[in-house]
């Protein structure tokens, strides 16, 4: 991105989506889909089916939509979370819920310079916004899409969305600890549940927990009492098959909405992508969805980490 910035060129979406997973592999594998199998009505064919797998194979699904930063003139912020007057956030939502994984945005961010006047949340912020670290790895981010409803407080701030983004490569690493939020007022968690959101976890299971966590955020600040029927997502690969049925002020359960993706190993499609090495064999996947063109299939290698 720094680099077609000086160049001139104004970086795209599914350009930084090709570089990155070219440049992110071994542990990182894109299979991409030709463009026969790619479709759809409103989708902009820059959507990944990305699959974090795990020791056991522990796997998360998330459905992850890029998004670039764009400045106004004056430098207003943009994120376009409304694009298409929200028939794309929308159709990211169905596509995810037919796939049964967690709708994510990754926010391309540019170079920390073209990010200029909002800064990441380091107290004491260089001035050179090149010198911050955490602004350099905030520069490819994940952020949960249920967040961004067309309309909603969050979707019309973008520093905000920013600003609770967690980096994509924090997400992958080890020795990064991400702070927990350990505040669930009023709802009924399962034992299980309890276990998962109070402790450090690793591998796919940290990237789902940090993704709730998010939500949390937000949602700790709305008022308004959590409902307490649970939801049942009923089939045994799903790792918590019942979550709490707290919503935000719009929209659907959150829990389930990323939790869904969690497995207790990863589906049939995945194995068969990784036994033949062969986009085509998810192809009717891609063709099952008519309101959204996938790109592909991403493959995190997290086992031994
Ligand atoms: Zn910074």
């Known amino acids: 991105m720094l680099e077609a910035e000086h160049a001139g060129f104004a970086w795209g979406e599914e350009t930084v989506t090709e570089l990155l997973l070219v440049a992110a592999g071994p542990e990182v594998r894109a299979f991409p889909f030709n463009k026969r199998q790619e479709g759809g009505k409103n989708g902009s ?101 249920l967040l961004l409803a067309p309309g909603s407080a969050l979707g019309s701030d973008p520093a ?52 709730v966590e998010q939500i949390r955020r937000v949602r700790a600040g709305q008022f308004g009492l959590a409902t307490a029927d649970p939801v049942e997502v009923s089939s045994e690969d799903y790792t918590f098959p019942t979550l709490p049925d707290d919503r935000l002020h719009v929209g659907e359960p959150y829990f389930p909405n990323i939790l869904r993706g969690l497995r207790n190993s990863p589906p049939g499609y995945v194995l068969e992508l990784l036994a033949n090495d062969d986009p085509e064999t998810v192809s009717e996947l891609a063709l099952g969805l008519d309101d959204v063109s996938l790109a592909g299939v991403v493959i995190v290698n997290q086992r031994g980490r």
């Not at 260089?126 to 949960?144: A, G, H, N, W, Y």
């Not at 994509?168 to 690493?173: K, T």
């Not at 034992?191 to 789902?208: E, I, N």
């Open 160 to 211: 905000w969305a920013y600003e609770l983004a967690a980096p994509l490569e924090d997400l992958v690493d080890p020795h990064r600890h991400v702070a927990a939020m350990p505040f669930y007022p009023y709802l009924e968690l399962s034992p299980d549940l309890v276990r998962f959101l109070f402790s450090a976890q690793t591998g796919p299971k940290r990237v789902a927990k940090e993704l």
């Open 45 to 145: 064919g820059a959507d990944w089916l990305w699959w974090w797998i795990g020791d056991e194979g522990v796997s998360f699904g998330t459905l992850i939509q890029a998004k670039r930063l764009k400045k106004e003139p004056g430098g207003r912020w943009d994120l376009d979370f409304d694009y298409n007057g929200g028939k794309q956030w929308a159709s990211l939502m169905s596509a995810a819920r037919a796939l049964q994984v967690a709708p994510t945005y990754a926010l391309y961010t540019g170079s920390p310079r073209y990010r200029h006047p909002v800064a990441c949340t380091k107290p004491h912020h260089p001035e050179d916004f090149m010198l911050c670290d955490q602004c350099i790895r905030k520069t490819v981010s994940l952020l949960p899409a």
